[in-house]
T-cell receptor, first 112, second 109 residues
Framework: EAGVAQSPRYKIIEKRQSVAFWCNPISGHATLYWYQQILGQGPKLLIQFQNNGVVDDSQLPKDRFSAERLKGVDSTLKIQPAKLEDSAVYLC??????????FGPGTRLTVT | KQEVTQIPAALSVPEGENLVLNCSFTDSAIYNLQWFRQDPGKGLTSLLLIQSSQREQTSGRLNASLDKSSGRSTLYIAASQPGDSATYLCAVTGNQFYFGTGTSLTVIP
């Protein structure tokens, strides 16, 4: 079966610019997660979707970050405007029953 | 807020050695605990998932234990191989999902 797809794999932008990341989960997986992993740290959950509804976005900096999963399949995470501290790997994961998660390769963002 | 700690942060062992990675968490009200492997430039791969009612799970050379009351989990790797070199992360699911900071393992041939 195809895994979780993410694009782009790498992105370099200047601070105050905008950026968007895309994730396509494993077919049939109702739950989708976005994580931020800063170098040297464990991933931090930003937002969790169940189908097209938000289950948990308590750690999403809503003043600059937004995410959507309009049709309950693929998802987009946007940062506008970006700050230097947003430099990180953004990981997308999906799960069928909410337990075992399958991760994509991630998008490495560098903000200069 | 749940805090998940992994010690040591880095570990180097010779090939063939058995080793233990540690994970501790502050809030014992969890549904499950997972161990993941992360290779450089790649995503995470789930290794083992232990439900809160279970004490351990085994997969091949890997054995994970869970002691919820003391807030601890261990990942035991038997007969380590150079291919085991990676960062190992534990994660707990309670009201939210929290990862530890990881242990970077190097197995020296």
């Amino acid at each position: 079966e195809a895994g979780v797809a993410q694009s782009p794999r790498y992105k370099i932008i200047e601070k105050r610019q905008s950026v968007a990341f895309w994730c396509n989960p494993i077919s049939g997986h109702a739950t989708l997660y976005w994580y931020q992993q800063i170098l040297g740290q464990g991933p931090k959950l930003l937002i969790q979707f169940q189908n097209n509804g938000v289950v948990d976005d308590s750690q999403l900096p809503k003043d600059r970050f937004s995410a959507e999963r309009l049709k309950g399949v693929d998802s987009t995470l946007k940062i506008q405007p970006a700050k230097l501290e947003d430099s990180a790997v953004y990981l997308c994961a999906s799960s069928l029953g909410g337990e075992k998660q399958y991760f994509g390769p991630g998008t490495r963002l560098t903000v200069t | 807020k749940q805090e998940v700690t992994q010690i040591p942060a880095a570990l180097s062992v010779p090939e063939g050695e058995n080793l233990v990675l540690n994970c501790s968490f502050t809030d014992s009200a969890i549904y499950n605990l997972q161990w993941f492997r992360q290779d450089p430039g790649k995503g995470l791969t789930s290794l083992l998932l232990i439900q809160s009612s279970q004490r351990e799970q085994t997969s091949g050379r890997l054995n994970a234990s869970l002691d919820k009351s003391s807030g601890r989990s261990t990942l035991y790797i038997a007969a380590s191989q150079p291919g085991d070199s990676a960062t190992y992360l534990c994660a707990v699911t309670g009201n939210q999902f929290y990862f530890g900071t990881g242990t970077s393992l190097t197995v020296i041939p």
